[in-house]
């Protein structure tokens, strides 16, 4: 019979996690405990129950959520995951992140996140789409352009932002539906998407990376890269570090760890992940497994998968001098710990991977304007939000001498509870 472990030995959830580094931040800036007691807990929570006519005639009942932590500074923002793993607990955590990351590079932006518990690929397209637009239809109003507005997250696109585009504006009256495009960001270019939205994320995270190297002097032509995550976020980020010259030596995904000390060229990687689904079997490399991968010798280690992937159990055998973190929540309180007794510096996530709510902000805007900006215009503006939103956080931790996740959070904590100071608790 196992034992039953102790509330310190019991893995903590995400939430929990969130909740940990909340404190450690609040602590130092002695926030405020009204706003402090606002800021952790979430606005809303729903979650919606729906039936889905599935191709072969039979109905299955799917559950989605959408969990809206704060909005003091603008319309609920955050992404939508189609994934096995999605919970309740996760969404808030993934909520209050989103609050904090808009804070942090300064758009008017609150935080919200929602998805569906479902393993995407054993759903067929026309069934993804029915799932996707039954799922908008049962958010209903409590998701809005001026209110709520979605975007891509894990395994959700473009071509999903247009299903969802188009069952929102079904539900408006006709003489209302061409003011409404800004209902969801990441949307296919024609519909009213943004250009530079789809490398977005990946993009913020290679701006920062430069910015990280001009800073400590480092030669980003010589430098070796690892990748986890092929998504997205990791295949981006993985081919617009490779025009610095940079080497990608290591790269993981659900399907295996691949390596080669030459360099894995990820413009190819992509197309044969296109056509595998995977990275494994990728010819000019070698297997690696799990351990190994993370024991790679690298400059610069891009964590762009799911959550706790660096943790107590891992945080020890990294064996490089940064981590970009391009996923939400890839390290945990006991990972941080470790990382900074090894002297790895580490790009917080809710900084790091911002670009994407910043072009998706880019993207509300051309749409609110009936504008559509020019991809250097696009960059430029992302660029200069992202790295000042990398200055804020440099100044905090230097100012309280932490690392660079507290500094982020005292970042986003000191703004929001100016704005609450501001405005005043009703009535
Ligand atoms: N899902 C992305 C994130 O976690 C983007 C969210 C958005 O653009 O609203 O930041």
Redesign the pocket.
Known sequence: MGKTLKKSEKELSLYENVKLQFNLAKKIIKLDTGISKILETTMNELVVNFPVKMDNGSLEIFTGYRVQHNNALGPF???LRFHPDVDIDEMRA?ATW?TW?SAIVQIPFGGAKGGIQIDPSKYSKTELERISRRFTFALGNNIGPEYD?????VNTNAMIMGWILDTYISTITPNNRQHCFHIV??KPIGLGGSLGRDKA?GQGVVFLIEQWAKETNFDLSKATYMVQGFGNVGSWSAKLLKNHGSKLVAIEDMTGAIFNSNGIDPDELSKYVKKTGGVKGFKKSEPLNHDSFLRTRADIFIPAALEKQITKKTAHLLNVKLIAEGA?GPTDLAGDKILEEKGIHLIPDVLC??G??IV?YFEWLQNKRSEAWDIEQVDEKLSKKIINGYKRVQEMAEKHKCNWRTAAYIVALSHLETVYKERGIFP
């Open positions: 923002k955050g992404g993934l989103m990351k507005i979605p975007a891509p997250d960001t990441g994320t939400n991977n911002s994407g709510v998706s």
